[in-house]
Nanobody, 123 residues
Framework: QVQLVESGGGLVQAGGSLRLSCAAS????????MGWFRQAPGKQREFVAA????????SYADSVKGRFTISRDNAKNTVYLQMNSLKPEDTAVYYC????????????????WGQGTQVTVSS
């Protein structure tokens, strides 16, 4: 049974930083493309960042480029999202996800999802 468990969310002031973690079980992150998505109240879930199974390539939404960094630690079977220079518009529930095969920035290609962690950025 695949489980993805996010942690590290919380309340932070604008300009601050948070690091989200996604611990996987039942699935080797070293064999899957991994991604982060977010969903703000009243909005659709949107792509934030993705990393290939090798870790050699990453992709970011334009809104977070230069501020967020996705990384992976295969030994810990964990994926991270370092978020710097946070803005109030980054407030959302952040979800970790694993692609069934390959690499993708498209939500529908992700077959495994965590339960989400809340990030709130105050102005």
């Amino acid at each position: 049974q695949v489980q993805l468990v996010e942690s590290g969310g919380g309340l932070v002031q604008a300009g601050g930083s948070l690091r989200l973690s996604c611990a996987a079980s039942g699935l080797a992150v070293s064999s899957h493309g991994m991604g982060w998505f977010r969903q703000a109240p009243g909005k659709q879930r949107e792509f934030v960042a993705a990393i290939t199974w090798t870790g050699g390539s990453t992709s970011y939404a334009d809104s977070v480029k230069g501020r967020f960094t996705i990384s992976r630690d295969n030994a810990k079977n964990t994926v991270y999202l370092q978020m710097n220079s946070l803005k109030p518009e980054d407030t959302a529930v952040y979800y970790c996800a694993a692609v069934r095969t390959g690499f993708s920035i498209t939500l529908r290609d992700y077959g495994y999802w965590g339960q989400g962690t809340q990030v709130t950025v105050s102005s």
